[in-house]
């Protein structure tokens, strides 16, 4: 979700107990590839899956986490990735983060204390589909779209502590 000092673009409709807190840290890198790895989660937690899943389902649904799934090298399989931001006038953010955070390709949008205070990611199937992601983002938002293709790849495992 796009923040400034604890402000949220999409607010979170609730914060995480501490059981949702153990939980995140717990999703966050070596997730059990296995056929029952909700079941393993749970098990290292003192959870059962069924809860496990629940809490999972309930966190997307109360916007307390944007997304759960697998980190994906999209440049292996043909994709590309994209830094992008956009500066958005005060009056138009709620509205322009709705739009801009209602297309698929976009990860990770975030407020910044800077004139360009959008910042997102765009990940796409094929290195054409950036530049046509932002057009779509541009026609929607009325905002031009800066992008900033990376120069050189880093590896960083970036875990947040909940």
Not at 24 to 53: C, H, K, M, R, Y
Not at 106 to 132: C, K, Q, S
Request: charged letters at 25%.
């Amino acid at each position: 979700a796009a923040r400034a000092g604890g402000r949220r673009g999409v607010a979170a409709a609730r914060e995480p107990d501490a059981v949702d807190r153990r939980l995140i840290n717990a999703l966050q890198g070596d997730f059990p590839l296995s056929a029952t790895p909700f079941a393993d989660v749970a098990a290292a937690l003192g959870l059962n899956e069924a809860e496990v899943i629940a809490r999972i389902r309930a966190m997307l649904d109360d916007r307390v986490l944007t997304r759960f799934g697998p980190m994906f090298q999209i440049e292996r399989m043909g994709g590309a990735f994209c830094l992008a931001a956009m500066a958005v006038p005060e009056a138009q953010w709620e509205a322009a983060a709705e739009a801009v955070n209602a297309f698929p390709e976009v990860a990770h949008n975030y407020r910044r204390e800077h004139r360009l205070n959008m910042w997102f990611v765009l990940a796409t199937e094929r290195p054409g589909g950036i530049a046509d992601a932002a057009r779509r983002i541009e026609a929607a938002t009325g905002l031009p779209v800066r992008l900033f293709p990376k120069e050189r790849e880093y590896f960083v495992e970036m875990k947040l502590e909940a």
